[in-house]
């Protein structure tokens, strides 16, 4: 295929659809000199539609190829993040550790803080609610009554194969509200 630059159509792909569609009223005609002016017009207006149909495709194929460079890069700072923060917590957690065991040599008032030539470092109790452990090694139905949750849960997989196996698509409640129904299959294009 040669790389050559596609050349913007003024006319917009509905417009060029809209002169398609009176076209192939004039093409139908049983009239001769209608269906010659109609051949003669759509010899013009072919290679406009095909440039304008180009011009979409490579439009789109570019966004598609932005889109996997984005994405490819959106996973690579992803990581570098994840990296950063098990760090973070890595590097946080020693520094906690080595002003706990300062604190134990010095005791709490002279190990508590600590300072640098750029920074100071405190060593703080946590405020607000205090953490619960809750055992996790007990299963649900170990744990007294009043402290499990029972939700409801919607059945999807039986109300899909019930409207599923409706002559009408369509499914109602008792009060004839309507709780599901088929919907028509989607449409795509496929770009070659």
């Not at 590097?91 to 600590?114: D, H, N, S, V």
């Not at 405020?127 to 009554?145: C, H, K, R, T």
């Amino acid at each position: 295929m040669a790389n050559t630059s596609i050349q913007p159509i003024s006319e917009t792909l509905d417009e060029l659809g809209e002169q398609l569609e009176l076209l192939s009223q004039y093409l139908e005609s049983e009239n001769p000199e209608d269906k010659a002016m109609a051949e003669e017009i759509y010899q013009q207006l072919e290679p406009k539609l095909e440039k304008k149909i180009d011009g979409y495709v490579a439009y789109i194929n570019r966004l598609k190829a932005n889109r996997e460079f984005r994405q490819l890069e959106a996973k690579r700072i992803s990581s570098l993040a994840k990296n950063d923060e098990a760090r973070i917590i890595w590097l946080t957690e020693k520094l906690l550790g080595f002003m706990e065991q300062r604190i134990e040599q010095l005791g709490e008032q002279r190990g508590r803080k600590l300072e640098g030539l750029l920074c100071k470092v405190s060593l703080c109790q946590n405020g607000g609610q205090p953490q619960v452990w809750i055992n996790s090694e007990l299963a649900v139905q170990d744990f007294p009554a009043e402290y499990v949750l029972q939700l409801p849960q919607l059945n999807t997989q039986k109300l899909k194969e019930d409207v599923l196996a409706t002559e009408s698509g369509e499914l109602c409640d008792e009060q004839g509200r309507m709780i599901a129904k088929v919907l028509p299959r989607g449409k795509h294009i496929r770009l070659v």
